[in-house]
Each structure stands twice: as structure tokens, then as C-alpha cells.
């Protein structure tokens, strides 16, 4: 595990991440934002540390974290629908083993958002007692899912609490810092507890490139910052160094077997795999045909490679052409004398970012690093 560590390190320090020029992680309104999250969290009485699921660490704001270990936090890892469940129990351990308070949540989900209410309950208990208005913030960088939490978190305290107050719902977008303005929403009567949402503030200076392209891979970081075409580079040598393509193979094989096993069972005796159904189908690409086509394209593109990966150059050149390879796989016309890999990137990044590749986490557990 160590050596997929150092692997990974190498992977966001290779050439053709400086390629794209000068970086600016940290935008104008950020800064003035992160000035007022300092001011509200003097007021919090609990808060709610929202970190994307995929990066546990590298999503985490550091320029807060001395603020915030000062306060009740729950830290709360969302979108756990889109990371490994396996190496998710063992960060929760992790955190377990630093008394820290964690959660994996999907925002999206009400009985996941209710867990996280029973625990900030539960958190809560004694100021309850104590006081009759409550304030539990909500901090996190950009495109982590604060707005879709708390809009989860109002639907459920609807039905729970005697709000009398006209529900506010959050602004939610796909892109990060959609949420750019720090506003309060009443969430429950009898003690009064509100949420605020901030906008994600993302620390002053990413440490190193790696983090910085681990947070645009899932998200956090405007594409347009960093260049889809370099995004898709780094997560290329994360699949290839990681030997994911060899896991995907054997699920192949899988899903091969298990059809062919389907067809004797039902007494269909054709030979037509899925894959050539496909190509024998004019019909338009269904999402997960063309799923298994660019896991089958990188797995051949990873076994027929005859040259060394741990080489940084030979690792560009086999990323080079699994980009051109999938280019076909998405159906996106060669242009003459153009040869960026923008638009294939793009569609590359989509099937990451919802999932359909798999479930992923990108960030090594400290005791393996």
C-alpha cells in the first residue's frame, strides 16, 4: 500500500500537470467569505464539517481546522454513495480513533440525513437544557453538497418540528461556489435551532498539486481553473497506476459468464454478447453499454502497453492513447491537425463524477502513507 501511495503521489507531480500553466485555487470571494465564517462560528454551537466522501483529507478546509476542532463538530463525509464502502469503514475507524465525531452521509438520502440529525441531537442535548436558541453551521469547500444537506435537512424537519417560520430552501448548482452569500435558515421551534449555510471555502494555498487536482477531479475546483484535458490526465494515472483496468477486466469476464449463463437457463442459444449487441445496435448508446465499453477500452488499451508505467514519459504516452482510443469509444469526430482531447475528457470526467466508473477514494489513510 505504501508503494500505491508514493505512486499516487508521483502521479499528481508528473510533467504534464505543469503543462496547463499557472493555477489560482483560490478565488476573490472566497477569501472574503472564509473572513465571515470565522465571525459566525464564535456564535455556533455545533458544527457540521462537510467533506467529500472520495478525498476525506484532501477536501478537509486546513485553514479552519484549528477553529473548528475548538467547537462540537460532526464531520460528515458525503456523497458516500460515490466512494468504496470497504476503505470508507476503515476512515471511519480512523476518525473513531481520533475521538473525533464522523458520519458517512448521502445528502440526497433522507434516512442518511436523519442519522446525522440524531447525532447533532445527540451532540446538542446538553445546550438544549441550557439555552432556547441553537445555532449548528454547516462549513465545507466548494461542491461537497452543504446546500443539498440542508435542503434534505428542511424536508425532514417539516414533518418533525412545529416550524411556523416560511421554509427557506439553499441554492443548489453543480458547480462549486454556486452559494456565495452566508444565510441563516430556521430549521425548528421549541428550542429555535437554526442552520446556516456558508459558500465552501477552500484553503488560501493547496499545499501541493496533488491535492489540488484531487479536489478539481471531484469537483471542488472550477474546470475551467485547471483544463478538463489535464483533470482527465491525473485521473488516467490514477486508474493505470492503481491497475484498475485489470479489476475492471475481471468484472468483464463476469458480466460475460453470467450472460452466457442467463441465455442457457432461458433456452436463448444466441452467442450475441452484450458487447456485440451493442455494436450490432444502431439505437443510441445506452449509459451503461457505454460504461462497459470505456472500462474495456482501458483494459485493453493497459494490456497491450508493452512499455514500463513506473516510467513517468511512457505513463504519458500510454494516457495519450487511451484518451484517443476513447475518443472513438464516445463517438467524437477527429479534427485535423487538433490534438487536444478536450471534449473526450469531458465526457471521461462525467462518468467518474456520477459514479458510473465505480465507487472510489482517492486519499491514502494516514497510517498507510
Not at 466512494?83 to 475521538?99: G, V
Not at 446525522?116 to 466548494?142: F, N
Not at 484553503?203 to 501541493?208: A, K, L, Q, R
Request: positive net charge; glycine residues 6%; contains cysteine.
Amino acid at each position: 500500500m505504501r508503494g500505491l501511495t508514493r505512486a499516487a503521489k508521483r502521479a499528481g507531480e508528473m510533467a504534464f500537470n505543469a503543462g496547463g500553466g499557472a493555477v489560482n485555487w483560490f478565488p476573490g470571494h472566497m477569501a472574503a467569505a472564509s473572513r465571515a465564517i470565522r465571525d459566525r462560528l464564535k456564535l455556533a454551537d455545533l458544527v457540521i464539517e462537510v467533506r467529500d466522501a472520495r478525498i476525506p483529507l484532501s477536501s478537509a478546509n486546513e485553514d479552519l481546522q484549528s477553529v473548528l476542532s475548538a467547537k462540537r463538530r460532526i464531520l460528515t463525509l458525503n456523497k458516500k454513495d460515490l466512494a468504496n464502502p470497504n476503505i470508507m469503514n476503515r476512515w471511519l475507524d480512523h476518525f473513531e480513533s481520533c475521538k473525533q465525531d464522523c458520519i458517512s452521509i448521502n445528502a440526497h438520502s433522507s434516512s442518511s440525513v436523519s442519522q446525522l440529525l440524531g447525532l447533532a441531537e445527540l451532540k446538542l442535548k446538553e445546550s438544549i437544557s441550557k439555552e432556547a436558541t441553537l445555532l449548528i453551521m454547516v462549513v465545507g469547500v466548494p461542491n461537497v453538497g452543504k446546500s443539498a444537506l440542508i435542503n434534505s435537512i428542511h424536508r425532514i424537519a417539516a414533518s418533525r418540528f412545529p416550524v411556523h417560520d416560511k421554509m427557506k430552501r439553499a441554492t443548489v448548482g453543480p458547480l462549486p461556489g454556486v452559494t456565495q452569500d452566508i444565510a441563516g435558515y430556521k430549521i425548528a421551534s421549541q428550542p429555535s435551532i437554526y442552520v446556516l449555510d456558508t459558500p465552501g471555502v477552500l484553503v488560501p494555498s493547496i499545499p501541493d498539486m496533488e491535492t489540488g487536482l484531487k479536489l478539481a477531479l471531484t469537483g471542488a475546483v472550477k474546470d475551467s481553473v485547471v483544463g478538463e484535458e489535464r483533470i482527465a490526465k491525473y485521473l488516467l494515472s490514477l486508474l493505470n497506476i492503481r491497475k484498475t483496468p485489470l479489476h475492471w477486466e475481471r468484472l468483464l469476464l463476469r458480466r460475460e459468464e453470467l450472460y452466457e449463463e442467463t441465455c442457457r437457463s432461458t433456452g436463448n442459444n444466441s452467442r450475441d454478447s452484450p458487447r456485440r449487441r451493442r455494436m450490432n445496435n444502431s439505437d443510441a448508446i445506452y449509459v451503461q453499454d457505454l460504461v462497459m465499453e470505456v472500462q474495456r477500452t482501458l483494459c485493453s488499451t493497459f494490456l497491450d502497453f508493452t512499455g514500463d508505467t513506473d516510467e513517468e514519459n511512457e505513463l504519458e504516452t500510454l494516457i495519450d492513447m487511451q484518451l484517443t482510443a476513447l475518443r472513438k469509444v464516445f463517438r467524437i469526430p477527429h479534427k485535423p491537425f487538433d490534438e487536444t482531447h478536450g471534449p473526450t475528457s469531458k465526457k471521461l470526467l462525467t462518468l467518474f463524477r456520477s459514479g458510473k466508473l465505480g465507487p472510489f477514494i482517492l486519499d491514502d489513510l494516514p497510517d498507510e502513507q
